[in-house]
């Protein structure tokens, strides 16, 4: 054999032992030796094991959007050697090693985010509820008692939102504890649904004064906090409740009697607009409204699209 051959040679083995190192270092496990070995099964997830939120992407998806078996240079670090220049990759290297799609182990950076956990998400609440507290970007803030974030089961699928506080509920810094809250959980109850199965929280989150509708200024201070919380809570289904929750989460002026008891979306996430129930309240006496028999309609709306029983219904 010619020096220079068995130099280049000895210069192809040096690297490929560097890559076999890189990869094991990258806690890649062994790697499998022959030509024709199979990817091994024990670096391999078995995704059937696994409570779904922590299920991987699909292998392929996996693999090709990993920089585990082809990491582009940026991300192989800096103390591990590198493949050099000219060198063949290991597809075109010689037999040695065979290509192996090894999908990474869990405790390598994966490019698609893992489903936050519960007690992350409340922790993520708290921190958001606590820039409400600190909040004066608005006039709403001189005459608050105290803020009014929200109540219920963050890992609800269910989500009302409603207007802003009103005087109960600036006293007792909670959402819809008031007249409008009882008739709110009258209904909550009658879907058969308990305290647990929703989240409620307002657009505004401080009382405005004699309980008029929060102006434009307040609403754009306000609901960056609402969007951080339907960012965590991520609800199955939204119920608006009345025009100011309606107008805001669909962008549109159109008069609650035509948006009620249709769908429509927020972000991918399937809104029910329906009448407030503080209106609901205030017509109860008049014999021709329909509005309380219309909630009712929106609210089966919702169970069916949760997937739920509509109570009453036959079958
Ligand atoms: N009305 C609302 O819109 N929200 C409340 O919290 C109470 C009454």
Not at 6 to 19: K, M, N, S, V
Not at 50 to 56: A, F, G, I, K, N
Not at 108 to 120: A, I, K, Q, S
Request: net charge neutral.
């Amino acid at each position: 054999m010619e020096p220079t051959d068995r130099d280049e040679l000895l210069r192809l083995l040096r690297d490929l032992g560097a890559q076999l190192a890189w990869q094991r270092d990258a806690g890649l496990g062994e790697v499998p030796r022959g030509v024709d070995a199979a990817p091994s099964s024990s670096v391999e997830p078995t995704v059937e094991a696994l409570p779904p939120s922590q299920h991987l992407p699909p292998p392929e998806t996996t693999v090709a959007a990993s920089p585990v078996v082809e990491p582009p240079a940026s991300v192989v670090p800096e103390d591990r050697p590198r493949p050099r220049e000219g060198v063949p990759t290991r597809a075109e290297a010689p037999a040695v090693v065979a290509p192996t799609p090894v999908a990474p182990p869990r405790s390598l950076p994966v490019l698609v985010p893992p489903p936050r956990d519960l007690e992350t998400r409340r922790g993520r609440l708290e921190v958001v509820a606590a820039d409400v507290r600190a909040c004066e970007a608005c006039k709403l803030a001189l005459k608050r008692t105290q803020t009014v974030f929200a109540r219920g089961n963050p890992d609800a699928r269910l989500c009302f939102i409603g207007e802003g506080p009103g005087a109960d509920e600036d006293r007792l810094g909670e959402p819809f504890v008031g007249a409008a809250g009882q008739l709110l959980d009258k209904i909550i109850a009658a879907m058969r649904l308990g305290v647990d199965d929703v989240y409620i929280a307002n657009i505004v989150k401080c009382r405005p004064p004699n309980n008029r509708v929060p102006d434009a200024e307040e609403m754009r201070a306000c609901t960056p906090f609402l969007l951080r919380q339907l960012d965590e809570v991520k609800p199955a289904v939204i119920v608006a409740l009345g025009k100011t929750a309606a107008s805001f989460l669909l962008d549109s002026k159109a008069p609650m009697g035509q948006l009620r008891g249709r769908w429509h979306t927020w972000n991918g996430v399937p809104v029910m607009p329906t009448w407030h129930p503080s209106y609901v309240l205030r017509v109860r006496d008049n014999p021709n409204s329909t509005a309380r028999a219309e909630v009712w309609n929106d609210m089966k709306l919702v169970l069916v699209r949760l997937g739920l029983p509509v109570p009453g219904a036959r079958g």
